[in-house]
């Protein structure tokens, strides 16, 4: 303050100068309040007079002011206080250059007031027209604003032209309507940054905030937000959102806490029911000064703390997460989504359906279209239908699909390096874990790869993966074939021709089995009342011939063979002739006599039995 002393001591020292000479006429020349500040070093107040056209000559005009001065740290103060980071960013927060004026009027009397001239108590009115309490002790003189906040005169008396000035140690602040804080600005001072961070993830979804004509916000706290986390068992946000569908489903939550209106507690009934961004309707309800939210699923969550504005609306902030209608796709709609056809397809033709779409909890490895085709290649089957038969049937189809499906939900965050699964197969699946991704090993040892991770759905996850895999699939033997299709009399004459073991150690075979009828029909022809009484009569060499001419040394499939007669070897060492003609196979004798095949495809562990409505006769 040397430099206001300077002044007083200037003054002084002129009138004892002037009194001295006869040239001297005039009064003695006191400094402009903007000379005065400069001088004391009020550089910010200088500053914010001349921030406001036309103040500065608005003061100097006035024929009588006392001005309580703030120092530049009282400044600082104030735009620490409002969180400014300077003088233009302080006009924003206090909103406007209109209240700015208010603020610096506010320090200004229009009258004169030396500190000698002050009582104990006064009461001014301010060029912003609010009152001014100072007060006045031996050795003090403070000033009191409209907040009730204290200041003290640091520097009394300080004449200039038009009045004097005292300088205080604080920016007194009159009564004026602030500027309320946006949506984030309230956010960040509740310290509500897991929210702030959900909010800046969804593009768009700030701005749209922030511009809202009139939003009311249930904000969850951070506690809020981790305990989601752990019932979600996320490790973070980006998990969550994984978890919960994606993106758009996170902006669906968001938009659940957000009402477009304005409702204050006290404007709350008991009940109230609102339409939130999200499209669903949200409960809030009141009981004296408690209210609580509920959402979709029925949880609760209660606001605590309530009623802080901001510049278009009113934040609540509250103790959970509120969960609307995740509308997430079942199974058969993510693959679909997918187009995961063949998969589908395939589902369909197990009718295993319901049993997906109805499961508590699962987690579906879901080959693509491109893994079937390659399945279909390594089996030689054209489409789904030759899949199933070369398998062993709709059974082995459930099963194979089965083993795609663990009965729980295990999204890749949820993964350990090393995973062992049971399937609705009933058997083992290895899940592997690593930098590069996630792999799944079948029961032959084939390791699949998942191409498209987390795809939420209703009940569970699906993950994308490149190959089919393949449970351990149990094929009858063509015995256990022959057994379970009732071939009795086929069944006795191989054992009389001790063909068993030949049949089951065979690389690969393809059997016309006759029928019991066919049997019968063939003992009747030769006049023979038994099976043992024909083989009696022919020999066992003639019945091996006989059984021999119905299987041939290779698997072959109704869909394998050509269009058309062909000619194939037997085990009799004699050709069979084998015709196909759309889905119809008929088999040729040496006799000439033809035969339907009335059951085809039963897979075997060696190969493939076809049923036959005749007993095929070789050259005898």
């Known amino acids: ?114 500190s000698r001239n002050l009582n104990e108590v006064n009461i001014f009115t301010t060029l912003a027209g609010q009152q001014l309490r100072v007060n006045s002790t031996p050795g003090a003189v403070t000033v009191t604003d409209a907040a009730g906040n204290v200041a003290r005169v640091i520097q009394a008396d300080v004449q200039i032209e038009n009045g004097v000035v005292h300088v205080i140690d604080r920016v007194l602040i009159p009564s004026i309507e602030l500027p309320k804080p946006n949506l984030v600005e309230a956010a960040t001072k509740a310290g509500l940054t897991t929210l702030l961070t959900a909010v800046t993830a969804v593009p768009g979804l700030p701005s749209a905030l922030l511009s809202a004509q009139a939003i009311t916000v249930f904000a969850p706290t951070n506690e809020a937000f981790a305990a989601a986390l752990t019932v979600f068992k996320a490790k973070d946000l980006n998990e969550l959102v994984i978890k919960i569908g994606g993106p758009a489903n996170l902006e669906k939550v968001l938009g659940f806490h957000v009402v477009p209106a304005v409702a204050f507690s006290a404007n709350l009934a008991a009940t109230n029911s609102f339409t939130t961004l999200s499209g669903q309707t949200i409960v809030v309800e009141k009981t004296g000064s408690t209210v609580s ?195 009795t009399t086929l069944l006795q004459a191989v054992t009389a021709a001790g063909l068993g073991n030949t049949l089951l150690n065979a690389q690969a075979i393809t059997v016309f089995a006759p029928t019991n009828a066919a049997f019968s029909a063939l003992l009747s022809s030769l006049g023979f009342s038994s099976l043992d009484a024909m083989v009696s009569a022919l020999g066992l060499p003639a019945v091996t011939k006989v059984l021999g001419f119905h299987v041939v040394p290779a698997t072959a499939f109704s869909f394998d063979l050509a269009s058309g007669s062909q000619m194939v070897p037997t085990l009799a060492g004699e050709m069979l002739t084998v015709t196909r003609s759309g889905n119809n196979v008929t088999v040729t004798d040496k006799a000439g006599k033809t035969y339907n095949v009335v059951v085809a495809d039963v897979a075997i562990k060696n190969g493939v039995v076809h049923v036959i409505d005749g007993v095929l006769l070789p050259t005898l």
């Not at 309040?33 to 500065?56: M, Q």
């Not at 909103?95 to 506010?106: D, E």
């Open 293 to 487: 939210v509920k959402d979709q699923l029925g949880r609760v969550a209660q606001v605590v703390a309530a009623d802080i504005a901001i510049a278009n609306g009113v934040v609540h902030v509250i103790n959970g997460v509120m969960l609307p209608d995740l509308k997430l796709p079942t199974v058969v709609e993510a693959a679909t989504a997918a187009g995961l056809t063949t998969l589908l397809n395939a589902v369909t033709a197990a009718g295993l359906g319901n049993t997906l779409l109805n499961a508590n909890a699962i987690t579906v490895f879901a080959p693509s279209n491109a893994a079937f085709t390659a399945a279909l290649q390594a089996y030689k089957a054209e489409n789904l239908n030759q899949l199933v038969a070369k398998i062993g049937g709709i059974a082995n189809l459930q099963k194979l699909l089965g083993f795609h499906v663990v009965p729980a939900v295990a999204f890749s965050s949820d993964l350990a390096a090393s995973n062992t699964f049971t399937t609705l197969a009933g058997q083992q699946l290895t899940v592997t874990k690593t930098a590069s991704g996630v792999a799944v090993r079948d029961a032959l040892g084939n390791t699949a790869n998942v191409v498209a991770a987390d795809v939420a759905i209703k009940n569970g996850v699906v993950h994308v993966i490149d190959r089919v895999l393949l449970p351990t699939i149990e094929l009858p033997n063509v015995v256990e074939a022959a057994q379970a299709a009732n071939l």
């Open 1 to 114: 303050m040397t430099k206001l002393f300077k002044y007083l001591l200037m003054g002084s020292l002129f009138f004892s100068i002037l009194s001295c000479s006869d040239d001297y006429q005039g009064p003695i020349p006191f400094p402009t309040l903007i000379e005065a500040a400069n001088e004391a070093g009020l550089t910010t107040l200088v500053a914010s007079v001349r921030a406001i056209p036309g103040l500065e000559a608005t003061l100097q005009d006035q024929p009588a002011i006392t001005v309580f001065a703030p120092t530049n740290d009282a400044f600082a103060n104030a735009l620490r206080t409002f969180g400014a980071t300077d003088l233009n960013d302080l006009v924003i927060k206090l909103g406007g250059a209109q209240n700015l004026q208010t603020v610096l009027g506010f320090h200004v009397v229009p009258a004169v007031a030396f």
